[in-house]
């Protein structure tokens, strides 16, 4: 779960991490009194789950109330990668000296927790680890703590100054603290900067909260921001669905994480675009199998569809009762392949056969199939 920056600052000065200080605007009087109350240069950032606000016009300096209003009368409604500004923060524009980037997030291939630090703050980080990436440090533990010999030479390659790296090795420790308390996937600073009055500052903040631990984290659930999150993946957790939205044309529709993972893969590697990874789990109850096709096909850019199940606690006719049902209460205008197999494909297939179904017996045929049919190409490398 991503929470807005103005939400990730709150955190951060709970744990003693510093931030400038700000207030959210939801129109641009409020913006002009809150800089007026400053009484200082502001900055005045857009409010949305996405990055790249600042090259899309979302960050501003104003140095009088009336800029800051005008600003916030520019960036509220403004759409950034498809989510519309509907908060500014107004916050005290901070004395930059140097920028760099810090954040902790879990390393999954040595299943340690990973600290990421890097000098070239206040960029994409991915940018940096692409282009340079002798720049970024880490460090990974397992036991939830850094010692101090293990920090100070990473605080000290950041800004090269004694009194900033012993700030820096406070700082990190806050943020480890708020990693662990939170249940977070990522708590990250970027960029994490020095002032020339020599204080390091937290100057814009990110926590992205583990979904599958929000039961034990009411407070932050209680942060969400459903307009920020897609309508589909919303219902699709209402339904027991496991839902991601995705930018391609082909739906797909499979039981298990990792046949699902492996699905948008073939897809991808075969010359297809995935739309969504959903995840209908182990469940033979056709009725998901229902809302999970008008979950999928409430998304316009759906040029085909491609059902994956492989029948262990599944059953495969029950899932095929499931699509026949759906053809009978929705309007399905795409093809639709379907592959099914394991515990009782064969009874699965019977029931759909004479449909406008296009069976597929293995992985590879389905995914050539799902791609013809959605009107893409198949890589010739692909092709046997």
């Known amino acids: 779960m991503k929470i807005h920056e ?3 600052k709150a955190l951060f000065r709970e744990a003693g991490i510093p931030v ?5 605007a939801t129109s641009p009087e409020e913006a002009r009194s809150i800089a007026e109350a400053f009484g200082t240069v502001v900055a005045v950032k857009a409010q949305v ?11 501003k300096i104003a140095k009088t109330p009336d800029e800051a209003a005008r600003h916030a009368g520019n960036i509220l409604g403004m759409e950034i990668k498809g989510s519309t500004v509907r908060k500014v923060l107004v916050e005290r524009g901070s004395d930059i000296a140097r920028e760099a980037y810090l954040a902790i997030t879990m390393d999954r291939s040595s299943k340690a927790i990973l600290l990421i630090a890097s000098a070239a703050g206040g960029i994409d980080i ?6 340079t990436p002798e720049k970024i440090l880490k460090r990974t533990t397992t036991t939830g703590t850094f ?10 390659a950041l ?4 009194g900033a790296a012993a700030q820096i090795v406070e700082i990190t420790g806050k943020l480890l603290g708020l990693y662990l308390k939170a249940d977070a996937s990522l708590a990250e600073i970027n960029p994490l900067v020095l002032t020339g009055s020599g204080n390091v500052v937290a100057l814009d903040g990110k926590v992205t909260v583990d979904d599958n631990a929000l039961f034990r984290q009411p407070a932050l659930e209680a942060l969400r921001d459903f307009d920020e999150e897609v309508p589909q ?9 496991s839902f991601v939205q995705l930018d391609g044309d082909i739906g797909c529709m499979v039981n298990g994480a990792g046949l699902a993972m492996a699905t948008m893969d073939m897809i991808q590697i075969y010359g297809g675009k995935p739309a969504n990874f959903l995840d209908v789990g182990g469940s033979s109850n056709p009725e998901k199998v229902v809302a999970a096709f008008k979950i999928i096909l409430s998304n316009p850019s759906i040029k085909a569809v491609l059902i994956n199940i492989f029948g262990g606690i599944t059953r495969c006719d029950d899932i095929a009762r499931g699509i026949l049902e759906s053809f009978q209460r929705i309007s399905i205008a795409v ?31 389905a995914v050539v199939k799902v791609i013809e049919a959605s009107g893409g190409v198949v890589r010739e490398e692909m092709k046997s």
């Open 6 to 8: 103005y939400q990730a």
């Open 20 to 24: 400038p200080e700000g207030k959210v």
């Open 49 to 59: 789950h996405t990055g790249g606000r600042g090259k899309a016009g979302g960050v």
């Open 126 to 131: 991915e940018e940096v680890a692409a282009k």
């Open 147 to 156: 010692s101090e010999a293990e920090l100070a030479p990473v605080a000290q």
């Open 159 to 162: 800004f090269d100054d004694p």
């Open 233 to 241: 993946e919303i219902e699709a957790r209402e339904k027991g669905l």
């Open 335 to 365: 093809p639709v392949v379907v592959r099914l197999t394991g515990t009782n494909a064969d009874e699965g297939l019977a029931l759909l056969k004479g449909s406008s179904l296009i069976p597929a017996s293995t992985f590879a045929e």
